[in-house]
């Protein structure tokens, strides 16, 4: 009966003096993992430009109709490029296969994981709220 006792007095003693594993998740945030997979934005260049060119192959591989809304407009030199885009969040199972599927590398899964809003209308992205702010792209994505 003591035996026990004094083995759970040890293992209380030697917790004490390590040091916590616990983060303190507002203000440290945790560091993803590079696979780790996001929600998917567009993409852009280096010059600001969006890659999409509204080819619909990520709207026809997503199983589960998170993409859609796709309208295609046309350049003053034939190119073409998306008018609307939209993404659906609350139905997005985030399998990449968007990502894999378009050819000019215009959707990719970034690593963001805080996606909780009280507002379900947030969650539904168009094309200026899915779109990259700037030129980046992670280290694993592949063109």
Known sequence: ????????????????????????????????????????ELTVDPDGRRRCVACTLCLVVCPSNAIKGIVPAE??????????????????????LCQEACPKAAIKLNNLYELAQYDKSLLILDIDRATQKESKLRTPDWL
Not at 12 to 38: A, C, D, H, N, S
């Open 75 to 96: 350049g003053p030199e034939h190119e073409k490029y998306p008018m609307a885009f939209t993404i659906d969040l609350q139905r997005c199972i985030f399998c990449g």
């Open 1 to 40: 009966m003591i035996m026990p006792f004094l083995k759970g007095l040890a293992t209380t003693l030697r917790m004490v003096f390590t040091k916590p594993i616990t983060q303190q998740y507002p203000e440290e945030r945790r560091e993803m993992y590079p696979r780790w997979r996001g929600h998917p």
